[in-house]
Structure formats: C-alpha cells, structure tokens
C-alpha cells in the first residue's frame, strides 16, 4: 500500500528568526504565502541552515529552561511551541527533498546531520531542567484553569518527555543516547539502501519476443525507461510499481514474471553492499533495549500505548480475527485461476508471480473488465480534479491553480486552497510522477502546519507525492483503479491537515491507528458510482465512464479481496512479530520471517506485501513501526464512517461539517470519543466485512 504521513512532531522545536541574508533557507520567505523559495535553494545550504537553525533552538529552549520566572502554561509550554521555527522549516523543507528528489549530495547530509538531529533532540528531551518545569505545571494541572486544548497539549509535552527518557537516570539517559543515535544512522542506511535498490533494472528486454502480451502503451513506458538509462532500442522495467505491475499483468513470458517478482520481493535481501538484514537485525535489538530503558517489555508495548489499540494483544486479537475469512477467500481465488490454467492446458501450479497476470484473466473473464478498459478514464488531471470537486461538494472548499509559487521539480503543482467565502485557507503541492530521487509509495506532509497562538494565524503548506503512470511521449498520464485511489487517500491526509483548526499545532497528535481514517474514507468517493461518472472521462473523447462499465466495476468490487487483505495481513504479523520480542539479541532476519509467515499459515501462491528487508514502513524510521496493522484498524473506521454517508447522503453537508469539525480540525488524546461524536456510536466491524465481501 502506498500511505505513509508524517505525523506533527510533539517535540518540534524552537527559535525566533535570525535573519540572515545570505541563507534562503534561513530568511524571512517572500514569496507569495511564505513559500519555501525553491529557485534559490541550493544542497549546500541545507547543512549550515542545519547547524544555524538547531543552535537557534538550543538558546531558546535554554532560555526556557533557565528561566527564573515560576513555571507557566505561557513561559513553558506556549513558549516551546512558538520555539524551533526555522529549524522545523528546515528540516521539512529537506525531508521533503531527500524523499521526492534526492540526489547523492542531499544524501551525504542527511547522513551527517541524522546523528545530530538525533543528539539535539536528546538535548531538549533530557533537559533536567526543561522537564521540572513542565512537570510541575503538569502535577497542578487541574488548578490552572486551562482549556481542554491547553490540557490536550500539556499532556503531549509531559507524555513526550516521559517517553523520551526524562525520567531515567543519568547512566540510563547516556544508553539512551547511544541507541538514538544508532538507529538515526541506521535508517538513514536503510533509506538509501532501499532507494537503491527500488531503482535497480529488474529485467532489460532485448527483442520483442521478451514483449508478448505487453499492451502498447507498457511497451512504450519500457522503451522510454531503457533509454533514459543509456539503454535505447531495448525495453526496460524497474522495480517502482507503475513500470513491474503492468508487466506482471500482461507478460505472456512467465519466466520474465518470475524474474520480475523475484527482483522486487528480494530487494534488500541480495547479500550485496545494500543488503538489509544485518541492518534490520540490529534495528530490532535496539528497539527491545530502548522499550526495556523506558520501562516496557517490548517495543509494541511502548508504541501502542499510545495508540487506539493500546497493547499488541489487542492488535493481534484484531489480525487474527481478520486472518481466517480473508485467508479463505484468497484460496478461493486460488482455485480460479489454477482453474484457467488448467483449462489453457498447462501442468504447472499457480506461483506467486503469476498471480497479477491470470488475476486479470479472471477478472476479464468473470466480469469482462480489465486494466486497460479502465485507464483512458483515469487521466490523472481528470482525477485530481475529480479529487477536489469531491472536498467542494463535501467542506465547499475550492483548488484554483497558482503559476507564481516556486517547485522544486517541473512535475510539482500547486494550488491555493480556498474556503467557500475565499477565505485563503492554504497551500496545495502534488507531485504525482516517479523519478530515480523518489522513494517508492505515495505520502501527504507539510512545510508547514497550522497554528494561530495571539491572533497570529500561520496558514499550511501541505504537498501530496505519488508515483503514478507518467505521461509518454504520445499519452497523458493514464491511471490505473489503485492509483486513483492513492490519489484520493493521500488528498485525504492533505484535507486533514488543511483543514486544522487549533490554537498550538502541538494540540493535534493523531495515534497511528486513527490518521488513516481522514486518508481512507476518501477512498470510498473515488469509487462510488454516482462520483466516478463526474471525473472519469475519457483523456481523447471526454466522455464520461459508460454506465455499463461502472457495472462492471461495482460487480467486481469483490474481486481479489482475498489477496489484497491477505498480503496486507500477512505485512501487519510480520511487523507485529518483530517489534513483540523480549530478546535484544539480534534476530536471524530471514528465520524470523519464514517462522512469523509459518504461524499464520501463509499459503505459497502469496507473499506477504512487503518482506522484512524492504519493509520501508518500519525500518526506514520510527514511523509505522508496531503500527502496520493501523490501515486496516482505520479501515473499521472509514467504512462505518462512509456508512454515515450513505445513509445522509453522499454529500450531506451538515455531516461532512461535522466529520470536519471533529475528526480533521482538532486532535484530542480521545480519538475514540472524538469518532462517536461524529458518528453517535463506536465504530462496528461489519461495514469493513461487507465492503470486501469477506461476510
Ligand atoms: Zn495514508
């Protein structure tokens, strides 16, 4: 799956603006909105805008620190998140680069400057007297008449603290250290390893018999790839999903399928210079060892106590639940196509890498839909704008498209985002086309989030990336159903952080397990029947979809569910079953993987959607580590919250109003009582069941 957000920093720092001419990345910004000033943004500015920005930090937390003042809610917390401006804006601006457009030069720093911002973080979070501080305003809590997001925001500092390690003592808190900063190199190491090896050429086709089955406009893709690499006359398919999916469909070569699907499971996992198992070993260790310092048994225990699920019984419990229906399905999609290879008189048994190929021939021949019918209908400007007229209908908000904002890539957009009454409400990058600087997936963040402390409205800058069809040189971008999805999902992240409404951005932590709802439940727009009609059009007639294609679309809605929730499923054990050890030895990567796929009965004909090697969610940071399951957990919520929907209405107004009011704008430390306010009731699982057919 695609998805990933970068979720708002509890202990996002510091300092006023130092100005300094010289730095883009350091000045005020005058670009229209405050825009990053991309055109003048050059690699060697990052690192010492880096160093500038975090020793700015460092005088103003110690300045909070040493206050002789008596602790406040003001000089403390209001004052921490006023601080660590500029080093925030630096640190987006080069996440966002280093993720959508990297290059050896930007990878070099965020080597160098990972272990430092590991240290400097340290710093503030083991600072004694930082910490008494809000300690003691956290202990008379209830006597300071604060508000319920001042409360909300009290308790995410003091929590953070506490998790971060302020309550060790000294010996423990230099172990601590020594483990950030460890793991702050190892998954940068890991990042470049996996970027690497996503960009490798799986399969160079010389000679057009390697093409049977390929529809044109594949075979072009794989003769533009080739060229671009020094390859011209010959065909080329990587490792990034738009170039192997199609081709995993369509090739009549299954040796060229298996070649193909092999590359792709085994990146990481090569026993070369980029190999991740060592890595991911020692990752895991560092884990059980940092959970242990912080009083947890395992690293879940430590993550999910933060999360709805709260503990990884309750996780497994939800998995497990899930894994039997959907695990009976997916051999029922097994019998279906073993049945058509039957049929085509061959005497092999369906593989793993046949899968997407006879999966087509199924669908093609059960419900007379295919790949290649959809895709003239989804021409990704279609879709987007299709996107956005769904967020009007919805919250009344308009995109109007801006030329004079500064891109850091010719593919990038923008759009300014407009309340119904113009009201400017914030700033929209999508940048949607794979390049070799881009890691794989798709993902919404921001250089900036929403915060108004005093009146001083701060207004964000939210930008979607994808890896989507790209154009050819005689087509547009033509999408595939999955990718129309991704597009809506990530907009759905974008609409939850431009829809934030609160005083401190440090009020808005979102668990893992809730931030997929705002994603997800956008999702059920871009297929819904009475939507697709609206912006699937056809890129060459402008038509739209005909009736009888959406027929089919709806019969098939079912179709390869077993597969999608089992490969998925099968990705949430293996994250579940590395982060629930107690051991801080290190893990034979690869035993630890067949024994974790063994327990649940994993059945040959799939592999799990990522293995452990190039499992980027969990190992190329803390990020979804323990919290893959947080998809499918988030999926009980948008289905039964789409329901609300269908029973109102597709585009009620007053009760997207109130998804708006309740779920996107605020954070609140009880998103369960946040959902039922939207809803009336806990969310029930029986929506998920029906909409994958796995009742
Ligand atoms: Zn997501």
Known sequence: ???????????????????????????????????????????????????????????????????????????????????????????????????????????????????????????????????????????????????????????????????????????????????????????????????????????????????????????????????????EGKWAITLQKPSFIPFLMHSEKRNLREIVFKAYINRGNNDDEFDNKKLISRIAALRVRKANLLGYKTHADFVLERNMAKNPENVYKFLNDLWKPALRRAKTEVADMQAVINREGHDFKLQAWDWWYYAEKVKKEKYALDDAMLRPYFKMENVRKGSFDVAEKLYGVRFVKRHDIEVYHPDVEVFEVLEADGTHLGIFYSDYYPRDGKRSGAWSSSFRSQSNIDGDLITPLVFNVGNFAKPTADKPSLMSMDEVETLFHELGHGLNSLFANTVYSGSRRVPRDFVELPSQIMENWARDPAVLKTYALHYETGEPIPLELIDKLEKAKYFNQGFRTVEYLAASFLDMDWHVLTDATEQDAAKLETESMDKIGLIAEIESRYQSTNFGHIFSSGGYSSGYYSYIWAAVLDADAFEAFKEAGLFDRELAASFRKNVLSKGSNDTMAQYVRFRGSEPKVDALLKRRGLD
Request: hydrophobic share 40%; glycine share 6%.
């Open 1 to 231: 799956m695609k998805k990933s957000i970068c979720l708002f920093a509890l202990t996002v720092l510091t300092v006023g603006c130092g100005v300094q001419q010289e730095n883009p990345l350091l000045r005020e910004w005058e670009a229209p909105f405050e825009t990053p000033p991309f055109d003048e943004i050059k690699n060697e500015h990052f690192m010492p805008a880096f160093l500038d920005a975090m020793e700015a930090e460092k005088a103003e937390v110690d300045a909070i620190a040493d206050s002789d003042e008596e602790p406040t809610f003001k000089n403390t917390l209001e004052a921490l998140e006023e601080s660590g401006e500029q080093l925030d804006r630096v640190s987006r601006v080069f996440g966002c680069l280093n993720s959508a457009n990297t290059n050896d030069e930007l990878q070099d720093i965020s080597k160098e400057i990972a272990p430092l911002q590991a240290k400097h973080s340290d710093d503030i979070n083991l600072n004694e007297e930082l910490f008494a501080r809000i300690k003691q305003i956290y202990e008379e809590k209830d006597s300071l008449g604060l508000n319920p997001e001042q409360h909300t925001l009290l308790e995410n500092y003091y929590l953070g603290f506490v998790r971060s390690g302020a309550n060790l003592n000294d010996e423990d808190k230099e172990t601590l250290r020594g483990i950030n900063e460890e793991l702050s190199k190892l998954y940068v190491k890991f990042r470049q390893n996996h970027l690497k090896q996503t960009n490798a050429i799986a399969l160079v086709i010389d000679g057009e018999a390697g093409l049977a089955g390929l529809p044109d406009d594949v075979v072009q893709a794989a003769a533009e790839t080739a060229k671009a690499r020094g390859l």
